[in-house]
């Protein structure tokens, strides 16, 4: 079955700076990929997502690329603010029955 | 956007009781709905997919004694907790694509079950 791996686990920045979230996937099957951001006791929140016929994608300060080839995907935030601080999952998703599978989370935290 | 609801938001039990959790899509039909449990501090693990008008599909490792899975309608999936432990406190997050043809979920808001 379909495996997500996820890196950093927790990843500190300054406020203005950049952070940078990596995950691999196992399955060449899948064909989206979700972002989400979750805070405590919360349902996660999509923040981005792309598909697998496209290698890029933007909104305002985040954005997301793919690599089929190497089966590697990672979320870009620019221009950090502190509220950006939260648990960040990525999870992939194919065809079969659009089951979605996690990553094990990256805990960002970004300082004033 | 699509929405999806849980009952209860959260609920203690005694060990040895069963607990319901009910997962509803509110304005939209869900031939299938995807049931997640989160440990503190943990990401979201696939338990099982819910299908309406057959059997659950579990995940390797999942009991599907324990978690019984009832797909009743197009628009209702439970979760029953059988025999609770306290090993089984957890946020279970239910989840449902709003169609056939995409893949984005839309989660449930979860349920807290603690188990004393």
């Known amino acids: 079955g379909e495996n997500v791996e996820q890196h950093p686990s927790t990843l500190s920045v300054q406020e203005g700076d950049s952070a940078v979230i990596k995950c691999t996937y196992s399955d060449s099957a899948s064909n989206y990929f979700p972002w989400y951001k979750q805070e405590l006791g919360k349902r996660p929140q999509l923040i ?32 950090t603010q502190p509220e950006d601080s939260a648990v960040y999952f990525c999870a992939a998703s194919g065809t079969g029955g659009f089951k979605t599978i996690f990553g094990a989370g990256t805990r960002l935290f970004v300082k004033a | ?22 997962c509803r899509s509110l304005d939209f039909q869900a031939t299938t709905m995807f049931w997640y449990r989160q440990f503190p501090k943990q990401s979201l693990m696939l338990m099982a ?9 579990y995940e390797q490792g999942v009991e599907k004694d324990k ?50």
């Open chain 2, 1 to 22: 956007g699509a929405v999806v609801s849980q009952h209860p938001s959260w609920v203690i039990c005694k060990s040895g009781t069963s607990v319901k959790i009910e």
């Open chain 1, 48 to 79: 981005i997502d792309i598909r697998s016929n496209v290698g890029e994608k933007k909104d305002q300060r985040i954005a997301v690329t793919l690599n089929k080839t190497a089966k590697h995907f990672s979320l870009h935030i620019t221009e």
């Open chain 2, 49 to 57: 997919t819910s299908n309406e008008g057959s059997k659950a599909t």
């Open chain 2, 67 to 116: 978690f019984l899975i009832n797909h009743a309608s197009l628009t209702l999936s439970t979760l029953t907790v059988t025999s609770a432990h306290p090993e089984d406190s957890s946020f279970y997050i239910c989840s449902a694509p709003p169609g056939t043809k995409h893949n984005e979920q839309f989660f449930g808001p979860g349920t807290r079950l603690t188990v004393l």
